[in-house]
């Protein structure tokens, strides 16, 4: 019994997953689509860097955006609408590849790498012809999927903090972020990974190789970039 603490610490990357997994199933069911703040414009987001628009169009100061799918405002528009008849039509649309500009200045401006796995099952989703609200679906699973990869490897390489990064990634708050298409996902894994990967060294005492200082600098630059603000995107023309 005295080495249980000591086995539990070892297996709460697993017990992370063991959670984690019906968790994120749960939340990307249950939440009705675009009821997580922001998740209409992070759906844009993604499908403009799945069509490879990484940089948007500055219209002026107020607005930014870029060309996403048109099925994405109809799917919107008709679970949003409190008409049961047409409510029931979203389902049924289509996604096509007619695109249309919108104004997304609240997410344009954040880097491509933390939504990777939005824009690829959405891509996915048009080469196997599903429906818009199927690729919805199917990007919240990419993303959530996502994340609890990286919580997984931010656990099991932690040897300072493992036990509070496990909690972090174990809030129900970061499940339900997990379970959505919003960016936070992986920029909450991410960071744990980043402190992971500190961690590690911090226990060692010694000073880091110029290969973990090279690492750690790009996940610090792919962790910013997740989260430019927006004063910073609207004082360049694109």
Known sequence: MHNLPQRVNSWLAAIFLLIGIPAVIFFAIAVPPFQVPDELVHLFRADQISHGAIIGTRLD?????????????????????ADSARFAEAYRIPLTNQLEFQNFSNTVQYGPAMYAPQATALALARIAKMTALQSFYLARFFNGFAALAVGFFAIHIATRGRFIIFTLLTMPTSFYLMGSLSQDALLLAGSALFW???????????????SIILGLAALLVVLSCGRLPISHWRSFSF
């Open 61 to 81: 100061d107020k607005s930014s955006g870029g060309y996403v799918a048109s099925s994405y405002r109809l799917l919107f528009q008709a679970v949003t609408t």
């Open 196 to 210: 992971s990967i500190v961690s590690n060294n911090l226990s060692t005492g010694r000073i880091p190789s110029p």
